[in-house]
C-alpha cells in the first residue's frame, strides 16, 4: 500500500501572478477542447455515417466508434517519447494542425476506409492532447492551484462536448421525427450535414494553434533539459523571482544524479513500480467505469429507453449540459475536499445508478426514469473520476520521467477505451442493457476498493514534495 501523509505545502509564498497562470493554462487546456470536440462529436454523426455507408454488422459499427483509438494509442505513446525530446509546447502545436486537417479530411471523405483512416489520425491529435495538456498545465501551476487548474483541462473537454452535442443538435433538429432509413439516407442530413459536424472542428484547432504558440515552455521541462535560465524566467512570471529562485531549486534537486534523456525503459526502476501501477490502473478505471459509452452510443441507450432519432439527439444535448455544470462542482472541491473523498464518491455512486439502471432496463422501465439515471451517472462521473484522474495522472510523477510515464498512463487509458468501445454492441447484443450496465457496476464497485487502499492524498503539495513522498 502506498503510505499516505498528511498535506503540507511547501511552496515557497510568492505573489502569484494567477491572471498569467490562468492564461497559460487555458492556452493548453484548449487540447482538452478539441479532446472532447473531436471525441464526442461521432456520437451525433453516428446514426447518418452509418446509413451512408451502409454499416450494419456490430463489428463494423464498433470498429467505426472506436478506430480513432488506435490512433489515440499512438498519439499517447508518441507523447511521452516526443515531449520530453523536444517539449511540451512543441507536441501541443503539432496536435493542434493535426485536429486541423484530420477534421477536415473526415469531412471529406467518400468511403469506409477513407473514414476510418482520418478517424484514426484523429486520434493521434487526442492522444497527444490528452496527455500534454493536463501535464503542461501541471508543470506550470502553483501547488495551491493545481488541482482547479488541471480539472480546468477536464472542463475545456467538457465544453468541447458540449459544443459537439450542440453542433449536433442544430445541424439535425430539422429531421423529421420517425424518418425511415431510406429517407435519412438520401436526405441532406445523411449526405451532407453529418459532414459538417466533423469539418467544423477546424475552427477551435486554429484557436488553440494561436494560443500555444503565445505560451511559454513548461519550466520543469526546460530545467530538466538544461535551460534552467529559462525556466527561472518562467517561474519568476509566474510568481516573482523569490519564488522562481526556491521554485527552481526544489526542480533541480529532485534531477540531481539523474540523466538527462529518458527512455521507456527507465519505467522498470523498481521505485517506480508501485506509482506507475497507481497511475495506469486509475486511466483504466477512468474508462471501464463506463460513461464514456453514454456519449459514444448515445443512439442506442436512449433507443433502449423507447426515444426516436430526434429525441436522442435533444437527450444528448441534455447529458452535455448536466456534465458541465458538475465539472464546475469539481472545479469548487478538488482543491478542498481533496483528490480522493471525490474518486472514491464517484466510484461509489456510480455502482450505486448502474445497478438502478440495470433493474430499470430489466424491467422494462422506459422514458424519462432512464434519462434520469443517465443524467445522474454524467454528474457522478463529471464531479469526480473525469477530472480527477487527470490531476492524479498529471502530479504523481517524478519530474524526471514524466512524459515517459504520463505517455504509458495515457496509454493504457486509450487501450481500455477501445475495450470499452468496442466490445459495448457485443455486450449489449448478449447480456443486454440490463446484464451491460450491472457489469459496470460491478467495476465501479472494484475501483472503489482499489481507491481506498491505495490512492494516497496529493492536495496542496509541490510535485517535488509528492515525488519524495511515493517514490523511495
Excluded at 170 to 189: H, K, M, T
Excluded at 217 to 237: D, F, H, I, M, Y
Excluded at 421 to 428: A, E, I, K
Aim: overall charge neutral; proline content about 4%.
Amino acid at each position: 500500500m502506498i503510505p499516505r501523509s498528511t498535506p503540507a505545502a511547501i511552496e515557497p509564498e510568492a505573489r502569484l501572478d494567477m491572471a498569467y497562470v490562468w492564461a497559460v493554462s487555458l492556452a493548453g487546456a484548449m487540447g482538452g477542447l478539441l479532446f472532447g470536440y473531436d471525441w464526442v462529436v461521432i456520437g451525433g454523426a453516428k446514426p447518418f455515417f452509418e446509413r451512408y455507408f451502409h454499416l450494419t454488422d456490430p463489428r463494423h459499427v464498433g470498429w467505426a466508434n472506436s478506430c480513432a483509438l488506435v490512433g489515440c494509442l499512438a498519439g499517447a505513446l508518441a507523447a511521452g517519447a516526443l515531449s520530453d525530446a523536444f517539449g511540451r509546447k512543441r507536441l501541443l502545436v503539432a496536435s493542434a494542425l493535426l485536429f486541423a486537417v484530420t477534421s477536415v479530411g473526415n469531412g471529406l471523405a467518400d468511403s469506409f476506409a477513407a473514414f476510418v483512416a482520418w478517424r484514426m489520425l484523429g486520434g493521434v491529435a487526442i492522444g497527444l492532447a490528452s496527455s500534454l495538456s493536463p501535464m503542461y498545465i501541471a508543470e506550470v501551476a502553483p501547488a495551491a492551484a493545481r488541482g482547479r487548474l488541471v480539472a480546468v483541462n477536464q472542463l475545456t473537454i467538457v465544453l468541447g462536448i458540449l459544443l459537439a452535442q450542440t453542433v449536433n443538435w442544430i445541424l439535425a433538429r430539422g429531421l423529421p421525427p420517425g424518418s425511415s432509413d431510406d429517407f435519412i439516407r438520401g436526405s441532406w442530413y445523411g449526405q451532407t450535414g453529418w459532414r459538417w459536424m466533423f469539418a467544423l472542428t477546424a475552427v477551435p484547432s486554429l484557436a488553440f494553434l494561436a494560443s500555444m504558440l503565445f505560451a511559454p515552455e513548461s519550466p520543469r521541462w526546460l530545467a530538466k533539459n538544461g535551460s534552467g535560465e529559462r525556466a527561472r524566467r518562467v517561474l519568476a512570471r509566474v510568481g516573482g523571482d523569490e519564488y522562481a529562485a526556491l521554485a527552481l531549486a526544489e526542480i533541480e534537486a529532485t534531477l540531481s544524479g539523474e540523466a538527462g534523456k529518458v527512455a521507456f525503459r527507465d519505467l522498470l526502476d523498481p521505485r517506480m513500480g508501485r506509482v506507475l501501477l497507481l497511475g495506469v490502473t486509475l486511466a483504466v478505471f477512468q474508462q471501464w467505469c463506463g460513461v464514456n459509452v453514454i456519449f459514444n452510443y448515445a443512439e442506442e441507450v436512449f433507443r433502449a429507453a423507447g426515444y426516436d432519432i430526434s429525441d436522442v439527439l435533444a437527450n444528448i444535448a441534455w447529458t452535455g449540459s448536466v456534465n458541465l455544470a458538475f465539472t464546475f462542482v469539481a472545479l469548487g472541491f478538488v482543491d478542498r475536499a481533496g483528490r480522493r473523498p471525490l474518486m472514491l464518491l464517484g466510484a461509489a455512486g456510480l455502482a450505486a445508478i448502474y445497478v438502478a439502471m440495470g433493474l430499470c432496463f430489466h424491467a422494462g422501465v422506459q422514458g424519462p426514469p432512464i434519462v434520469g439515471l443517465v443524467l445522474a451517472a454524467i454528474g457522478c462521473y463529471a464531479m469526480s473520476l473525469a477530472p480527477v484522474t487527470w490531476v492524479v495522472i498529471s502530479e504523481i510523477f517524478p519530474n524526471r520521467i514524466r512524459g515517459a510515464a504520463t505517455a504509458l498512463a495515457v496509454a493504457s487509458l486509450w487501450i481500455a477505451c477501445f475495450v470499452l468501445t468496442y466490445t459495448f454492441p457485443l455486450l449489449n447484443a448478449s447480456l443486454g442493457p440490463a446484464g451491460t450496465f450491472w457489469l459496470y457496476a460491478a467495476i465501479c464497485a472494484a475501483g472503489c476498493v482499489f481507491i481506498a487502499a491505495e490512492l494516497p492524498e496529493t492536495r496542496g503539495k509541490t510535485l517535488e514534495q509528492i515525488e519524495r513522498e511515493l517514490v523511495r
